[in-house]
C-alpha cells in the first residue's frame, strides 16, 4: 500500500537522512555495577548515582529488566549546537539494546497514503497544526528521528513509525482551536496501540523477557503525568499492562538545558548542578521507575 511520508513533529519528534556511525563498545565491556559515587554535589538532594560513562549509566537502567523503555528527550532547538539528544542515542546507546529489545516504536508520524488522496483538507490541517509544536526546534531534528528508525533496524530491531487511522486526521480539523491537544493526544494513543502489539507479538514468540522500546519526547512517556497531560501520556496505560515494569527514561543534553518554565517544572531541574558534573554521566532517581539521564558534558571543539 502506498504510504506518504508526512512528518508531523510533535512536542516530542525528531529525524537523520543519512545513517550515524554507531559505537561498537561491546555490551559485555560495560560495567553496571556499583556508580562512581551516590548523591554528590552534582546531584543535590534528588536520589543520583554517577557513572564515568553513559553506556554505564544507561546499562544500569536496563538492569531493571523493563519489558517497556519509554525514551524521551527535549528536542533541541532552533541555535543549539553540538549533537541532538537523538543523535547520541543512536551513536552511544542504541548498540546496547542489541540483542536485549525486540523492537523500536518511533514517534514519527507516517500518513497512510490513501489519507492524503481522499482527505487532503485533513492531512494539511495537521500540518499546519504541527508547525506551532516545532517552530523553535532545530531543523535537524526530524532527520535525527529517521537515523534513529534505520539504526534500530541495523541492529536487529524490529522499527516502527506511527501510522494513525486515516479518521484520526478529521478528529484534527474539528478540533478546531484544540488540534494541537488534539494531535498530542492522538501520539500517545497510538505509540500505546503499537507498543501493546509489540508485546503481545513477543509473548507468542516466546520472547516476553525482551524489551519494546518507545522513543519520542519527553512528556508522552511521563509515567505520572503533570496535571491537564495525562492524556498526553502513554506511561500510566503501559505500566498497568507490563504489571510495573516500566522504565521512564528522559534523555538530558547539558548544554541544551533552557531556563524555561518547561524545564523549570522537570523534578531534576532543581538538584542539577552542572558546574559540579564534571566529565560523568548522572542518573537521577525521580520515582521508582523513571530516571533523567544526564549525558557528560560535550568536549570542547567537537562536532
Not at 484534527?172 to 500517545?188: K, Y
Request: include cysteine; proline fraction near 8%.
Amino acid at each position: 500500500m502506498l504510504r506518504v511520508w508526512a512528518f508531523v513533529a510533535t512536542a516530542s519528534t525528531g529525524f537523520v537522512l543519512a545513517a550515524s556511525a554507531c559505537s561498537e563498545k561491546p555490551r559485555d565491556a560495560i560495567d553496571a555495577r556499583a556508580p562512581v559515587a551516590p548523591n554528590d554535589p552534582a546531584c543535590g538532594e534528588l536520589p543520583c548515582e554517577t557513572f564515568p560513562s553513559v553506556e554505564a549509566a544507561f546499562a544500569r537502567v536496563l538492569a531493571d529488566s523493563p519489558r517497556v523503555l519509554a525514551v524521551g528527550e527535549s528536542h533541541a532547538w532552533e541555535g543549539d549546537t553540538g549533537k541532538s539528544p537523538t543523535k547520541r542515542f543512536v551513536e552511544t546507546l542504541l548498540p546496547l539494546l542489541e540483542g536485549r529489545a525486540r523492537g523500536l516504536v518511533v514517534e514519527l508520524w507516517v500518513a497512510d497514503g490513501t489519507c492524503k488522496v481522499h482527505a487532503p483538507r485533513e492531512v494539511a490541517a495537521v500540518a499546519s497544526a504541527q508547525r506551532e509544536i516545532t517552530r523553535r526546534q532545530a531543523p535537524r531534528n526530524q532527520s535525527d528521528f529517521l537515523a534513529l528508525y534505520e539504526g534500530a533496524r541495523r541492529h536487529g530491531l524490529r522499527a516502527k513509525l506511527l501510522v494513525p487511522p486515516c479518521e484520526t486526521y478529521a478528529s484534527i480539523l474539528d478540533a478546531g482551536p484544540r488540534d494541537v491537544d488534539t494531535m498530542l493526544t492522538m501520539v500517545a494513543d497510538v505509540t500505546a496501540r503499537d507498543v501493546t502489539a509489540m508485546l503481545a507479538e513477543a509473548d507468542d514468540a516466546g520472547a516476553g523477557a525482551q524489551t519494546v522500546v518507545a522513543y519520542g519526547g519527553a512528556m508522552h512517556n511521563d509515567l505520572a503525568p503533570r496535571p491537564g497531560h495525562a492524556r498526553w501520556s502513554f506511561g500510566p496505560r503501559l505500566a498497568k499492562a507490563t504489571a510495573g515494569r516500566y522504565v521512564e527514561l528522559d534523555l538530558v543534553i547539558p548544554e541544551n538545558v533552557h531556563d524555561t518554565e518547561a524545564t523549570r517544572a522537570q523534578p531534576w531541574y532543581s538538584h542539577f548542578h552542572r558546574e559540579a558534573q564534571g566529565a560523568r554521566a548522572i542518573l537521577f532517581r525521580v520515582r521508582p521507575g523513571s530516571y533523567a539521564l544526564v549525558f557528560p558534558p560535550a568536549v570542547a571543539g567537537a562536532p
